[in-house]
């Protein structure tokens, strides 16, 4: 009876997931197929209309070399878990444009915002590979993949939001289009990204232990202070210099916090196995407690 129940339980996320992949498919490329307004970018719609198949590739290659052991060689599990993870796109799309305010239709699309444009690009991937992350390693079951995803996810978007508290990304972004915060601010999104889909892999034990394995995504706050430390100079050099041009430095940073995040997964990749590591983590989780 428990199996015939928990069949049944994930029959129903199956349908409810697929049912937020078709409304999420549709809603994002119905925009991207019609020719109003006028002025759309070529571009920026052909690049939008990529980033799901190319997202759906990446989660794909994850379920088919890295998740649980029963996930692998399941065309069921696999296509279960592609469905969630459209879901999941469309639930980080939707925060982003509510709690970041930052709209891939109104500001990227409608608005032909560069800016808007590269930083959507940036958390979109940034959302892909969280949910990527999450579904490595073995489970019991698609609510582990939830929880260990929604840890990475809560800890993604509360960065973000203290970020613009400092230094007022989202309105340099989406009102002033600066497309150097919007370079620096995407690829950030991205870089952190990584860090926390490191933080969200790995076999399931219990929530608990979860709990404290995701820890080892604590320098995601050493980069979300960085970037705060480099908004703060370029917000400072733009009041003194009206004819800013950070573009290319802007790259070059991106770039930077990109390998500074890969660099992070893999030193962390050699320092997780360490048990005095491991207990130092739990000694400090109690402590929180």
Known sequence: MDAIFL????????????VFSFEFLIKWYKPLLSNRPLNRN??????????????????????????????????????????????WLFLGVTLMSGVFDLSWLDDALNLNNKAALIAVVGG???????????NIGNGPGWWCV?????LGLGAWIVLGLVINSCTKTFERITVERDIGCGIRFGSYLLASGIILARACAG???????TTVEF??????????????????????????????????????LGAVFIAMAIA??????????????????EVFWSLRI
């Open 264 to 281: 992070i997964v893999y030193l962390l990749s050699l320092t997780s196995g360490n048990p005095i590591y491991r207990v130092a983590l």
């Open 203 to 209: 076999d399931w034990t219990s929530f608990y232990r």
């Open 7 to 18: 069949y049944l339980v994930e029959f129903l996320v199956f349908i409810v997931a697929l």
């Open 124 to 134: 979109f991937l940034g959302l892909t590979i969280i949910y990527s992350g999450a």
């Open 42 to 87: 070529k571009s920026t719609r052909y690049i939008l209309g990529l980033l799901p198949i190319g997202s759906l590739g990446v989660i794909l290659f994850t379920l088919r070399m890295l998740a649980s052991f029963d996930v692998v060689d399941s065309f069921i599990y696999i296509s279960m878990y592609l469905v969630l993870g459209i879901a």
């Open 215 to 252: 820890i080892d995504g604590w320098p995601v706050l050493v980069l979300a202070g960085i970037l705060i430390l480099v908004e703060l100079y370029y917000i400072h050099r733009a009041k003194s210099n009206k004819t800013n041009n950070t573009i290319f430095s802007s790259i070059f």
């Open 146 to 150: 939830v929880f260990t995803g929604g």
